[in-house]
DNA sequence: TCAATAATCGAACAGACATTAGATTATTTT
DNA sequence: AAAATAATCTAATGTCTGTTCGATTATTGA
């Protein structure tokens, strides 16, 4: 058996979608490479076809979910919508989204230290290993930049509406951090089958911040 | 060599805290017994003398640093403070702890889903291995339970602070979540070289915090 | 249609790791 | 001071896992 025919044959995006669901449940050390190609009816060598190693396929997949949720909340944040409104998007937009790829937003609160225990090649290794291995560095250290970009859109609009007085002067730093925090720990706890939408928990969470930045 | 002198040896607690300095930096999966072994100048095989397994050194690292915040937090929350007083100072408990003891505040929002991930026992084990699984379960089971008590403990004063008028009405189960959210979030992100102490950064969050909840 | 390329597989390997067994030495108890 | 117990070690084992290799088959382009 080799190569499937072109309508079964699966796509990168296939497994960074699968991959994405099984890290989200294990955690980056207990996913196996096999239980990841298992997820799309493969065998673990052949994932090694689409991606370079296990922790280019972890790095791949946290940078598909951060350009996903940037998608959403950069037009938002470079929008003239007043301040409170602003925010107050942006908190929906990544709420939902948090909710509803669980699998993207408990990656990236759990697994981005994986990302940095990735080991060097060793001192034996060819030319090559030492080449893919500084790209991983290389891409690993834009994925973190991209990521110090997302918590700054949120950190600039803050600053923003204190400026302009439509919020009351808070710590910046501070602020966007307990905002974070409380946003991102919906992946953690977020069940679709609970008491509360997407949607409801957003404008709940949104009430709850914006309240404590009336003027 | 075998069994270093009376004043060398190392206590079951000696390693609890090794061993939580150790998964903070590195995760349960990437942590092996050699590592924690080593913090205490041990060899990994000594460790099973204080531990039955590496499940159960997890388990144990837990409970302590949970049971550790209970006791910071039970008494004021049973205290008869007024609920906004009563808030602050838990909050204030709760950040301070988890600036201050950063490795078991991060082992405890990291570590709980490898927990849950403990294999059982293959069925042709012992006797003996199966009772062993059973009581890891049981006692896993009531580490949970500990920590939705925990959990509790805020909601309680947080509906108590409502029903008194002195809160705001709010949706009291994500306002919980939210608030909490925020605190777990500085076990990942906090420095202790950075710009604003614990007790500063505790400050900052409980005002906003309770800021919201003004009626 | 035929060569080139893409996607997959089975098999095998080397390294790492949790755990066990048995020996050895320090402390405590009787 | 002898016996029991506690704490540690070294060595070995078995399993699991990431990764590589070479072969095999589907698709594509000339």
Redesign the interface.
């Known amino acids: 058996m080799a190569r499937k025919p072109a309508d079964q044959s699966v796509s990168r995006e296939d497994i960074l979608l699968a991959a994405a669901d099984v890290l989200q449940r ?5 996913t196996t490479m096999k239980d990841i190609a298992a997820a799309v009816n493969l065998t673990a060598a052949s994932l090694y076809h689409h991606f370079r190693n296990k922790d280019a396929l972890l790095l791949a997949v946290l940078e598909a979910g951060l350009e996903t949720v940037l998608n959403q909340i950069e037009p938002i944040a470079y929008s003239s919508l007043p301040s409170a409104e602003k925010l107050r998007q942006m908190i929906y937009a990544h709420v939902i989204g948090l909710t509803q790829n669980t699998a993207i937003g408990a990656s990236m609160v ?1 697994e981005i ?2 990302l940095m ?1 990735a080991k060097e090649p060793p001192t034996n290794a060819s030319i090559a290993d030492h080449q893919t291995y500084k790209d991983f560095v290389q891409r690993r250290a834009t994925f973190f930049e991209r990521r110090d970009q997302f918590e700054n859109l949120f950190r600039v609009v803050v600053r923003e509406g204190i400026e302009n007085h439509s919020f ?1 002067p ?2 910046v ?3 966007t ?10 992946g ?2 977020y069940k679709p089958e609970g ?2 939408s997407g949607q409801q ?1 957003a404008e ?2 949104a ?3 914006l ?2 930045l009336k003027p």
């Open positions: 294990n955690g980056y050390d207990a759990f230290r994986s225990g009351h808070v710590d730093g501070i602020f951090k307990t905002m974070l925090g409380a946003h991102n720990w919906v953690v706890w008491r509360l928990i709940l969470i009430e709850t911040l309240r404590s």
